[in-house]
């Protein structure tokens, strides 16, 4: 016997227009927001107009804003205000020592971690046969150029620790050979914090591969 | 022994400021959204730079927008771009039935469930001890000074099945006693596409109590 249907019934309940078409096309345009959904952008919206003037008129000032001053950083592929972006320009900062991420987000992690002094290079995502996406459609020439001018000693390769992030990290490390420069990548181990009972096999090997002296 | 903490190390890594002020201050407002934190907010924020002509200008645009039209219907409290609104102003309702909620939200939901013909009255929240809500911090004067009119013949209470709901419900069929109006609440129930099993004891009782003829 084939089992019932447990979802609920169709209802149409995200199309359906119940205010003025100014609110609710505030409210598609939040839900494509990535973590908003139809449902959360509606609650967002009321919460929005509850707080007109501490919270919906600043926001969309502060959006206009962005929109209007927001920079990709043509030498690192960051966003900034700025282009150059503030890590390019800043002299405190080591020129010998380039880390290279798959996206911005990543960048930013890295640098509310404090864990990196030298500069950046944003790849724009993966090298992905699945998805088509070969090394023209990334920011590996501009890497390659930044790279040739001599002053980069070592590029750290800090790609997610996924099978394309590493295929990345290989095919960069093959463009770059020649160059004299040291190739490095992130460590695997156990998360600082992290429980050994919960970790899986791969990261468990890694760090008794990789353990260091006490 | 004391169990090691295992939270992870305190980082402060929501305030350190990795890009250029305009972004970081639309990060900081988007993160007062219901639904997005700090680390969703910079997700998103990356989104809509990256979609800046299809997502981030036509967003500051709606908001502006919304921000100069949203108005609180002076008669029910919906929120709508007019006052009053398009359900109070629409002669096809019937205006014999009032729909009592909680909140807007609770509004909205009804009239994507298409469940209520009837107007809407927005309480604007429950009477709560703990919370110092009292009648006069409601929207409960109105409602009786709509009800005295003579149109309305009956109020369906549809509260929250919480207990601050219950006790907001119980309170408003004291008040509108002796205006000769009916009082009706919401059914309780199994809800529609649920299982027994995962029911709770009050609503299976409820269900049980309330049995209709098949």
Do not use: D, N, P
């Given at each position: 016997m084939q089992a019932a249907c447990r979802c609920r019934p169709a209802s149409g309940s995200d199309i359906v227009a119940v205010t003025g078409p100014e609110i609710e096309?505030?409210?598609a345009l939040l839900a494509k927001l990535p973590g908003l959904g139809p449902?959360?952008?509606r609650r967002a919206v009321l919460q929005l107009i509850k707080k007109k003037e501490t919270l919906l008129v600043p926001l969309a000032a502060a959006m206009g804003d962005a929109a209007e001053k927001a920079r990709i950083c043509s030498t690192c592929g960051n966003v900034d205000t700025q282009d150059p972006?503030?890590?390019c320009t800043d002299a405190t900062r080591d020129p010998a020592v380039l880390c290279v991420v798959e996206e911005v987000g990543d960048l930013w992690a890295l640098e509310r971690a404090g864990a990196h002094k030298g500069r950046y290079h944003?790849?724009?995502?993966?090298?992905s046969a699945l998805d088509g996406v070969g090394p023209d459609d990334l920011n590996i020439g501009k890497l390659v150029e930044?790279?040739?001018s001599g002053e980069v000693k070592e590029i750290v390769?800090?790609?997610n620790a996924t099978v394309d992030g590493q295929t990345?990290?290989?095919y960069i490390t093959d463009r770059v050979s020649g160059l004299g420069i040291a190739v490095s990548r992130l460590a695997h181990g156990v998360p600082v914090g992290g429980e050994l009972d919960y970790l899986d096999d791969g990261t468990l090997a890694a760090a008794m591969k990789s353990r260091r002296p006490f």
């Open positions: 096309r505030l409210i449902r959360s952008a972006c503030a890590i944003v790849l724009g995502g993966v090298l930044r790279l040739s390769l800090a790609m990345t990290a290989h």
